[in-house]
């Protein structure tokens, strides 16, 4: 049997999804539903912010539209449901890294 290689042990990190901060949530669902086919995945409403996954059935890739403010602690009903932290580009745009697990593959 042979042995696994690094790169298959340790996968390349991949694009899953990609967060924008939203200020209005119809204006936003109903613009990236005209020009992407996107629709409404997942909704989960925390105390403070609502986190909306849009996609399509012909990719896996997501979108998070984030209505903003400042996310604390990514947990509900007492479970976590992600570890993330923020970097920033040169542009001064925001990324969000996530650790894997759960809808976070």
Do not use: C, W
């Not at 340790?10 to 209005?24: E, F, G, N, T």
């Not at 745009?93 to 759960?102: D, N």
């Amino acid at each position: 049997m042979q042995e696994a290689t690094e790169a298959q042990r340790y996968p390349v990190a991949k694009a899953i999804h990609s967060m924008i901060r939203i200020l209005d949530e119809q204006r936003s669902l109903a613009f990236y539903e005209k020009a992407f086919g996107l629709t409404v995945a997942e909704r989960l409403a925390f105390e403070g912010f609502t986190l909306l996954y849009l996609s399509n059935p012909e990719s896996e890739f997501e979108l998070e539209l984030t209505v903003p403010t400042s996310p604390k602690e990514l947990k509900l009903d007492g479970r976590s449901l992600a570890r993330f932290f923020f970097v920033q580009d040169p542009d001064g745009y925001k990324i969000e890294v996530l650790q894997r697990g759960g809808r976070y593959k």
